[in-house]
């Protein structure tokens, strides 16, 4: 489906030069001589390339729609990850880096929704929240209750998270996902 290219959101997928690119950030300019156009800051799915173009209202691009599929996440070896296709049973290996940081995340038995692009994997969807256990966390430091005082913590998986001074080693919480921060403490 062709769009303008002033139409494009954060998030589409786009045919651009012969790859498939997300929209990371988009800024819609208009300046004082010329005709307004979108800057658009595109990474390629394909090979995680960076790029920002400048899109003019006149100029129409190619939306792509990914079909998404439910997977289960079944273990991990080495560098790859290997998921199960839940309708057909069908197992799937794919590289640790195509998931980036969310893949220390990753538990047995998750169910994840993964994009796919003429029945080629282009990224993959954990939860946005998930548990973990705090191995380890610092102790508070006294007489600083002035403001909200975080403090470091060492998760199972071995990300470090900020968390109140009242979370302790052995705690279970909820992170989220995407910007590995502590939500709160699990039930």
Not at 17 to 45: C, D, F, S
Not at 55 to 84: C, P, W
Not at 102 to 121: K, N, S, T
């Amino acid at each position: 489906m062709k769009i303008s290219g002033v139409d494009i959101r954060p998030g589409n997928i786009i045919e651009y030069e012969g790859g498939i690119w997300r929209a990371v950030k988009i800024q819609h300019t208009q300046p004082g001589k010329g005709g307004a156009y979108m800057q658009v800051e595109m990474k390629n799915l394909i090979d995680g390339r960076k790029n920002n173009v400048r899109f003019r209202s006149a100029e129409t691009v190619e939306r792509v729609r990914l079909d998404t599929k439910d997977f289960q996440f079944l273990f991990a070896e080495g560098e790859d990850l290997t998921f199960m296709d839940k309708d057909t049973y069908e197992q799937i290996t794919l590289p640790r880096d195509l998931l980036g940081d969310a893949a220390a995340f990753l538990q047995d038995g998750m169910d994840v929704v993964m994009e796919l692009y003429e029945e080629r994997p282009i990224s993959v969807q954990l939860p946005d929240q998930v548990e973990a256990t705090i191995v380890e966390a610092d102790a508070v430091v006294k007489g600083q209750t002035a403001s909200s005082s975080y403090k470091p913590a060492m998760l199972d998986n071995g990300v470090r998270v900020m968390v109140p001074p009242h979370i302790s080693s052995g705690t279970r919480i909820v992170v989220d996902v995407y910007e590995q921060t502590y939500v709160r403490r699990a039930d």
